[in-house]
């Protein structure tokens, strides 16, 4: 069993920083791949980024590349989304998730966090 919490969440302006955290407590956090995915209303939770087990190969959404930085600290057991130049339509619940690889597939994460907030105003 892993527990996932989420901070770091806010409202921010268009074109602002956030970064995002994860806390993972539980079993080994090295044992497992990181995911990061979002839900706005009345959409669909969306895959946002993923990092493998050893740090290493990290994969993102084509809406975020380029804007969002995914790491991971083994040590303290967290993973980090660091988003540049926010946009509104990044608006959205941001969840970290754990699994055994780092797919954008979200049935495939057996541990998440509850959410956190990331509000942009224009």
């Known amino acids: 069993q892993v527990q996932l919490v989420e901070s770091g969440g806010g409202l921010v302006q268009a074109g602002d920083s956030l970064r995002l955290s994860c806390a993972a407590s539980?079993?080994?956090?090295?044992?497992?791949?990181m995911g990061w995915f979002r839900q706005a209303p009345g959409k669909e939770r969306e895959f946002v980024a993923a990092?493998?087990?050893?740090?290493?190969?990290?994969y993102y959404a084509d809406s975020v590349k380029g804007r969002f930085t995914i790491s991971r600290d083994t040590a303290k057991s967290t993973v980090y989304l660091q988003m540049n130049s926010l946009k509104p339509e990044d608006a959205a619940v941001y969840y970290c998730?754990?699994?055994?690889?780092?797919?954008?597939?979200?049935?495939?994460?057996?541990?998440w966090g509850q959410g956190t907030q990331v509000t942009v105003s224009s």
């Open positions: 539980g079993r080994t956090f090295s044992l497992y791949a």
């Open positions: 990092i493998t087990r050893s740090v290493g190969s990290t």
């Open positions: 998730a754990a699994g055994w690889v780092p797919t954008t597939t979200r049935n495939e994460y057996n541990y």
